[in-house]
């Protein structure tokens, strides 16, 4: 049996790419030297799974930004307004990804949306009715011949034609069909050309195929794919699927030219039942993923090798993989010096993962796998139970009532106490959270941990932060402040350090879009707050201003999606007891005068069952009251807002309604603001603030660009509802253009009030 890893990290076991990607963002380090870090992470990447044993390793998994850009560069999916720009490649690159304001012009990034069900993000190609698809970059075979010169043989991956033009943006009459001949004469070059370079396995990701498909969804695929395996040549081709099974298209799948055969294992446990009743071809390879490629606990190796005598009674030929790519794991367990043995030995990063497919293989070849010292020690690993058990918690969770869901009065009645209450002007402004984390504000933090300063020091520093940020927003005119979060790392791993039951890292980064990383913390044990979190700096910020400071907190299901969760007690339950620890939280800044609390949860959507049948029974069922359970003891006349970022919404807007908040701010200005018209159309009830402008790009928006968004909002929200704000917080963004962002943002406010 071998062995195949499906993606593996970029960003080097220490953000190595991060450095050099934002050193070239600002001038400090040359495109030479940003392509040579690229370079020598490649060949760091491919040597280690090569030594780990892996037998299909994968190329074109690097990505200097994201991998839905990197194709659409390939097949020259450039729309005009960034053509338009005259830049060099790398330049007209991350324009896409960044957006550009220079001499040359003033553009705005493609949109960024949640990879399925990760919080990683991709951008979102737009292909314009005269886009002319062709095989025009060179990007896959340059590094599928640069990992063959240092004689790795590897299996080139690129994101299948079906995936790609299923997650396009359409921005004209034309849609995926118009260009579907173009498309598979490109991926038919493509093909050609890295079976000429040597290729003998390429590996087309398609993990569309686990969402609900249409008979026209199944046309299409076929329509693509008969045409390109038709002319595939000497390479066998593996079709790749993960995140889900593909129940609605098995047959089709198996009934086409395919050499191999990816399915996940774990997340798609269908895929074994389809095995099963269907049966699979004699003479295509299984590449079972049975590896976790999205959570970092250690492969149960009895339960793996079950799995594969069951598989082996389905499939002649089996090839051992990862469930997914291994972008969504850290990089090493071996960074981590301050978590002790008996907590690590629990935990397998991306090069761990790679010495269990290793060991699997091995134990799999044995006649006798259970005398062997490397299945031994892992079921030794199994044999207690390894969580912290917090009796308490277990019965607050257990004894919840419908009450405690249920916040009274009713919406309307509070909206008319709150309207009365605040006195705020129509069209209010606000942030949505954190401002620039500088290198002071870093500095302050790190020095802290490594007992360096004081405790005194560090909170007299972070209070001078929070009254300059406060003096800051008064002077720009905003409406309701923020206290700029400078205590926070992360807007989770910051609460997990304050509630028993986290584990945290050092350096297990994982990529959540572009240069930006974050470190989850683990789950390891029941959840409960250890201490108030915010409280003190809440109440600091609110005793500097006469207009209101918002209290900012995460959410449970947020806290949840960002974290690598337990695997041993139902999700719903882990929510519950994050909330009981959040909703203490939210009382006690209630009691210290803080009447405006946001309570993000940016990544209620990212979870969401890829199949429509199973998003309420599977999710929000019990994501939708975990939230309400945070806030649900709150007065009336205390403001609810929370925030939601770059997915869609508009599907389960009804739904977010339910959450029974008073204000929420979405992400807009990415996706032109296409939420606007799902909440018109299900007739939400929530104040909203739909983001004006795109914090992820340094660009800064005009006035007149803020006041036409304003104006395209009120065509379909009333003025009483609409909040004015940016699309997310202002943590990695920099003070040049956070300030005449926000200043552009009051502006244009007052402006559109001026017009009632």
């Given amino acids: 049996m071998k062995t195949s890893v499906i993606g593996f990290p970029r960003i080097g076991s220490n953000r190595q790419l991060k450095a050099a990607t934002e050193g070239y963002f600002k001038n400090k380090t040359t495109l030479e030297e940003l392509l040579q870090t690229g370079k020598e992470l490649r060949k760091a990447h491919w040597l280690a799974q090569k030594a780990s044993g892996i037998d299909l390793i994968p190329s074109n998994d690097f990505s200097f930004y994201d991998g839905m850009l990197d194709t659409a560069v390939m097949l020259n999916v450039v729309p005009q307004r960034y053509q338009e720009l005259k830049l060099s490649g790398p330049a007209e690159y991350f324009a896409m990804a960044r957006g550009y304001q220079g001499e040359n012009g003033d553009v705005k990034a493609l949109a ?11 951008l979102v190609p737009e292909i314009e009715d005269d886009a002319q698809i062709r095989l025009a970059g060179t990007k896959g075979l340059d590094e599928f011949s640069e990992a063959k010169e240092m004689g790795i043989l590897t299996k080139p991956v690129v994101i299948g034609p079906f995936t790609f033009l299923k997650l396009c943006k359409f921005t004209g009459k034309k849609k995926a069909a118009d260009f579907a001949e173009d498309i598979k004469k490109a991926y038919v070059l493509l093909t050609a050309k890295l079976t000429a370079l040597g290729a003998k396995w390429i590996q087309f990701d398609e993990p569309g195929l686990v969402t609900d498909l249409t008979e026209q969804d199944l046309a299409f695929f076929k329509n693509l794919y008969q045409n390109i395996l038709s002319k595939k040549g000497t390479a066998q081709i593996l079709l790749q699927t993960y995140f889900g099974d593909i129940r609605d298209c098995y047959g089709e799948v198996t009934a086409l030219d395919f050499d191999g055969i990816g399915l996940d294992l774990l997340e798609g446990q269908e895929n074994l039942e389809l095995l099963q009743e269907e049966g699979f071809p004699k003479d295509k390879v299984l590449f079972a993923g049975l590896v976790n490629g999205k959570n970092i606990w250690r492969n149960h190796y ?32 071996e960074n981590e010096t301050r978590l002790s043995p008996a907590h690590k030995k629990h935990l397998a990063f991306a090069m761990e993962k790679l010495t269990e497919l290793a060991e699997l293989k091995k134990l799999d ?3 006798r796998p259970l005398q062997k010292d490397e299945y031994r020690a892992n079921e030794a690993l199994f044999q207690n139970d390894r969580h912290l058990e917090n009796t308490a918690v277990k019965e607050k969770v257990a004894s919840l009532s419908k009450q405690d869901f249920t916040r009274t009065p009713a919406f309307a009645q509070r909206e008319k106490i709150q309207k009365e209450y605040f006195q705020l002007p129509l069209l209010p402004t606000t942030t949505i959270g954190s401002f620039p984390q500088t290198a002071d504000v870093r500095e302050n933090r790190s020095a802290y941990k490594r007992r360096k300063i004081s405790k005194q020091q560090y909170v007299d520093f972070n209070k001078q932060k929070i009254k300059e940020c406060i003096e800051l927003q008064e002077k720009i005119g905003l409406d309701v402040l923020v206290h700029g979060e400078f205590e926070r790392n992360d807007m989770v791993e910051y609460f997990g350090e304050n509630l028993e039951g986290f584990l945290f890292t050092e350096k297990a980064w994982v990529q959540s879009y572009g240069t930006r990383c974050v470190k989850p913390p683990i789950i390891w044990g029941d959840i409960s707050r250890r201490n108030p979190i915010t409280v003190d700096y809440a109440a600091y910020a609110q005793s500097l201003t006469k207009k209101r400071v918002k209290g900012m907190l995460t959410g449970p299901v947020t806290i949840l999606n960002w974290s690598f969760p337990r695997e041993d007690i139902p999700l719903s339950e882990c929510a519950f007891q994050i909330a009981l620890a959040i909703r203490e939280e939210v009382l006690d800044l209630e009691a210290r005068g803080i009447k405006i609390i946001q309570i993000d949860e940016a990544a209620l959507r990212e979870k969401l069952p890829l199949r429509r049948a199973d998003w309420h029974k599977k999710y929000l069922d019990w994501a939708i009251p975990a939230f309400r359970l945070v806030h649900s003891g709150v007065r009336p006349d205390t403001q609810i807002h929370t925030h939601m970022c770059y997915s869609e919404f508009g599907d389960i807007i009804g739904d977010i309604d339910q959450m029974d908040a008073d204000v929420i701010t979405f992400e807009a200005s990415r996706s032109d603001l296409s939420i606007i018209s799902a909440l018109q159309q299900c007739g939400f009830r929530t104040e909203v603030g739909p983001g004006v402008y795109d914090i992820h790009s340094p660009r800064v928006p005009a006035v007149k660009e803020i006041v036409n968004a304003l104006h395209q909002m009120l065509e379909k929200i009333p003025k009483e509802k609409l909040w004015v704000n940016p699309d997310c917080g202002l943590k990695t963004r920099g003070y040049k253009e956070t300030v005449p962002s926000l200043e552009h943002l009051v502006q244009a406010a007052r402006q559109v009030r001026g017009e009632d």
């Fill in 302 to 333: 009895e339960k793996t090798l079950s799995t594969l005598k069951e598989l082996k009674k389905e499939a002649h030929s089996i090839v051992l993989g990862t469930s997914c790519s291994l972008l969504h794991v850290p990089f090493t367990v």
């Fill in 112 to 122: 960024m949306k949640k990879w399925f069900n990760t919080n990683y993000h991709y």
């Fill in 365 to 367: 070849c044995c006649e």
